[in-house]
């Protein structure tokens, strides 16, 4: 199996025309999973900047060692 498993959504066909379009997929299946990596990684770079500053910082560590 490849992971894939059918799902059946009501999307709101204006917002994917319109990603269609911006995106030049060429199937609607392609646009909803670029869509969904693209969300993914904005989430993941949230959490990181959100840590920012949050780690102590130790002058005297030598990251050679």
Not at 14 to 30: F, I, N, P, V
Not at 35 to 59: C, H, M, N, T, W
Request: net charge positive; aromatic share 8%; charged share 40%.
């Amino acid at each position: 199996m490849c992971g894939r498993v059918p799902t059946n959504l009501h999307i709101d066909d204006a917002l994917l025309k319109e990603a269609l379009r911006l995106g030049g997929r060429r199937s609607k299946r392609e646009t909803v999973d670029e869509a969904l990596r693209e969300y993914i990684q904005r989430r993941k770079r949230r959490r990181l900047v959100e840590a920012f500053g949050s780690v102590d910082f130790d002058p005297s560590w030598d990251y050679r060692k």
